[in-house]
Structure formats: structure tokens, C-alpha cells
């Protein structure tokens, strides 16, 4: 990877400054001259070129007393032997620069990036270091794909609260995974090497988003093959968006209730039924499609009824709602919870389509099965 986060480092939180020895919380240089720049490190990978390094400022970390701190090894725009230590740091506010402009730095199926890097790989970098790749197997760039997706919406609910530029961030992320959707499908392998990346996975909320958005996203591909609807690429965009927000609700639910590892009690199942009207109230702000709206709203709606949270049925449903509320069921079953196994794909399938009567479009639904059984062995 590009960088490596540093273990233990309690004094490099954001908003904090670095302990010295002095009553001034400031970095010290190694003149003995303080630099007034403070947040984050990133420990730089030795594969760097010392070239590109240059210019950046470097730090190496120090401990005395039991405080870590942090020593400015190198300043900017200086000369930089070819011989550095392994264990240097970079500002992470010099990480956007520093990830366009190398090209170099090796990523791998291996890769576990976080933070601003994940976001980076996933939005503005994502053609260039994952898809257009050529160093990357198909299997690593869905590894990478899925695993830095979750981390964006990871941070959703890490954050508690929806800013604009987040929504920016879901907009690039969607229409990334409209090239990414089209590399699967060229791919005879594409279908089975996903399932293989999203079957049998803990449940968690953030990891569960992005596998609902890629299934929509191939099955309204496969939709749009069979001519049962027509999705352009703006609507397919619209679907992304709507299917990776579709959970963003449950930021708003009592964390004892969205993250208890046993079966919901009838009350608290209650409140988590308020998770789609929370999720509308949280994007309210964000001039979403109606598209996207509706699926946040209305993926819990049930074919012929008896779903929340409107309690809509059939063509009250939009294609939209349909597609979200097969994807969601779908990867519900057949992740891990603590309470339960996962459900294996024909499992699943099986149960869909003969004990689950009457909540799923069954076109669609006939269309999900037969893609998920192209070439695959799960």
C-alpha cells in the first residue's frame, strides 16, 4: 500500500497537537525549530521513490517519557538520500497530492486501505490505481472495490451526520460502479468471482450497503438485457446512489438496537422499521433523485403488501423499490449473523422464491436467480 497507519500513535488524533519538550505543543524539526503542523501520520511505504518523497516533509516518530511525538526528518523541496529509514511519516493532509501524483506506489487484492485513502481509490483514483489497472487480477479489483466502498460508508456512520461534500463522495462512488458493473459482465468469471467476495460475510450495516448497490446494479443491467426496463446510465447512476444510502437511516437508530448481536425484540424491531422515513429526513437536504429517494424510502415495501413503511403494493412499487428490496433480502440471507449461519446463494434463492410468496416482484426475481446461477458454483 501507499502508506501504512501507524500502531499506537495516541498523540497524531486529529485536533491534537504533538507533545514536545516544552510548554509549547508544537513539532520540533530536527534544528530544534517547531513546525506549526499538526494532525495526522501516515507511515510511507520504503517503495516510494526518494525522488517523489522530496517533496513532502517527513517526520520520524520519537518517544520519551512515554509520549510519542513526532521529529521533522526532512522539509520539503530539499535534497533526500536514496538511504532513508523505514520508519518515516507523512502529514495526511499531504495525502490527496501524494496519491495523484504517484505512480509508482504498488496496490494490491491484499490492500486494506482506510480513511482518505479509501476514498480516494474509490472516487477520483479509481480508474487510474483499480479499474484500468493492468498489474490487478479481476478477483483483486473487487477486493479493493468492495473493501474501500465500505469504508465510505463506514464513515457515514462513524460521523452520525450527512455533510454535502459526503454526498459528492456517494455521486463519484456511483458512477464508478457503473464501470465496474461493466467490467463484471464482460467477465464469464465476473458473477462468480463477486459472489465470492460477498457471500458468507459478517453482517454489518456498511459492508451490507455496498453489496445491495453492486447486486441492483447487475441485476438492472440484466433488466435492461431482457428489455423489462430501460436503464440508462443516469438511472443506473440514481440506483447506485439510492441502494448505497438505502440503510443510511439507522445512523438515526439507538446504536443498542442497531448493533445488538441477538434477535430484535417486537419493540425494537419496531423502531428499526423507522430507518427508511430517518434515512428521508437524513438526505432531505441533498437534492437526490426521486429515483434514489424512493429507493431509500421504500425498499421494505412488499409486492403484495404488508410492508412499511407506507404499506405499498404492487405497481405502487416502482422498479426502483423492486430491485432494492430483492438485493436487500437477498444479502440479509446470506451474510453471517451472530444469531445464525448464512444462508448459501441457492439457499437463499430457494427460500425467496417458494417461502417468501408474494414480497418480491417475481420478474425481476426470476431474472436475479438466473443471473447469480451464470457459471457459478456457490
Known sequence: MFFERANNMKKADS?????????????PDKTGQSSARTGKYLRVNPGISP?????????????????EYYVLFH??????????????YVLESDLHELLETSTGAKISGKSRPAGKEAVLLITDQ?????????ELELQEKIVLTVHCASQVIKNFFGKGVLAKDDFEVIRNVAHNFISFTDL????????SLLLGELIGCDYQVFTHSVHVSLYS?????????????DFDRKRLENLFIGTLLHDIGKILIDPEIRLKKTPLSPEEFQEI????????????????????????????????GGGYPHGLSYQQITPFARIACISDGFDALTSKREYRNAFKPFEALTLMKKKMIGKFYQ????????????GTRY
Open 15 to 27: 485536533g491534537q497537537r504533538v507533545k514536545t519538550m516544552g510548554n509549547e505543543k508544537k513539532e
Open 51 to 67: 525522488q517523489l518523497l522530496a517533496n513532502y516533509d517527513l517526520f520520524k516518530k520519537a518517544t520519551l517519557k512515554g509520549d
Open 75 to 88: 522539509r520539503k523541496g530539499t535534497a533526500l538520500e536514496a538511504e532513508m529509514p523505514d520508519d518515516l
Open 126 to 134: 479509481y480508474e487510474s490505481k483499480i479499474l484500468d489497472n493492468y
Open 184 to 191: 463484471l459482465l464482460e467477465d464469464n468469471q465476473g458473477v
Open 217 to 229: 446494479g447487475i441485476l438492472a443491467c440484466e433488466l435492461k438485457e431482457h428489455k423489462m426496463y
Open 273 to 304: 422499521k423507522k430507518h427508511p422515513l430517518y434515512g428521508q429526513e437524513l438526505v432531505s437536504h441533498a437534492g437526490l433523485s426521486e429515483e434514489s429517494l424512493d429507493i431509500i424510502l421504500h425498499h421494505h415495501e412488499k409486492w403484495n
Open 363 to 374: 420478474p425481476y426475481l426470476d431474472i436475479f436467480i438466473q443471473f447469480l446461477g451464470r
